[in-house]
């Protein structure tokens, strides 16, 4: 199994940045793909980006496009969200997941392991 930990939350003020991190264990995440999905309160879990393993492919969200950007480090096997331009509207939740697959995925139910989550409370 994969074992997954998020860090790097915490609160930040509207345009600036943070970057979370997503530390592995049990096994490598090499064949994985690794997501990030974030949740606000009273609201449905939500993709935010996704990468595999090589890192050649990646995919985002709409709302995050040009301002987020997903990589990963297989030798440390942590994955990394770099959250720039922060907006109040990011705030939420943040948790990373991983599946056993070739290509990026976006929905919820393709992964199978995920952690615990962090938080990011961006002021205005």
């Known amino acids: 199994q994969v074992q997954l930990v998020e860090s790097g939350g915490g609160l930040v003020q509207a345009g600036g940045s943070v970057r979370l991190s997503c530390a592995a264990s049990?096994?490598?995440?090499?064949?994985?793909?690794v997501g990030w999905f974030r949740q606000a309160p009273g609201k449905e879990r939500e993709f935010v980006a996704a990468?595999?393993?090589?890192?050649?492919?990646?995919y985002y969200a709409d709302s995050v496009k040009g301002r987020f950007t997903i990589s990963r480090d297989n030798a440390k096997n942590t994955v990394y969200l770099q959250m720039n331009s922060l907006k109040p509207e990011d705030t939420a939740v943040y948790a990373c997941?991983?599946?056993?697959?070739?290509?990026?995925?976006?929905?919820?139910?393709?992964?199978?392991?995920w952690g615990q989550g962090t938080q990011v409370t961006v002021s205005s």
């Open positions: 990468i595999n393993w090589s890192g050649g492919s990646t």
């Open positions: 997941a991983a599946a056993r697959t070739n290509g990026v995925i976006t929905a919820v139910y393709e992964y199978d392991y």
């Open positions: 049990g096994r490598t995440l090499r064949s994985y793909v």
